[in-house]
């Protein structure tokens, strides 16, 4: 008898999924609330606005590979945290790593960096190759 889909995958994922989930909740209610205004009054540039769009889709669509055991996951993830730090290392005005570390979205950055290096161990286990029943 075959498994239900949910129970073939680790709950590491479900959590990871879930927090791609939330990420794109938030950036979508940032943009909704606040980030069309501030960028149509000119406060942030529309490079920002994009930026913030743009990682959080990228997270949004690498939770999903995941769910779905696509490999390339993985490169979802390394986009969204390359994309998101090149882009906040720019707009950084302070050249101090002291002042990187402070900033709110390092634990972001940081988590991003986890779940890379979570997909990557479910690729060299055999979370992408399940073992196929005989139908």
């Known amino acids: 008898m ?3 889909w949910y129970s073939t995958r680790p709950v590491p994922v479900f959590m990871t999924v879930f927090y791609c989930f939330i990420v794109l909740i938030q950036a979508g209610l940032w943009m909704v609330n606040e980030g069309f205004e501030q960028t149509r009054q000119g406060d942030i540039s529309i490079l920002v606005l994009l930026n913030v769009c743009t990682v959080a889709l990228l997270m949004c669509v690498g939770g999903l590979m ?6 390339s996951s993985s490169l979802c993830f390394i986009l969204a945290l390359a994309l ?3 882009f906040s290392l720019s707009q950084m005005r302070s050249g101090s790593i002291v002042h990187l570390l402070t900033l709110p979205m390092f634990k972001e950055y940081a988590l991003v960096f986890g779940i890379w290096v979570y997909s990557l161990q479910l690729r060299s286990g055999s979370y992408f190759y399940p073992a196929r029943s005989a139908s």
């Open 84 to 86: 998101g730090v090149t």
């Open 66 to 71: 995941l769910l779905g055991r696509k490999k």
């Open 2 to 4: 075959p498994q239900p």
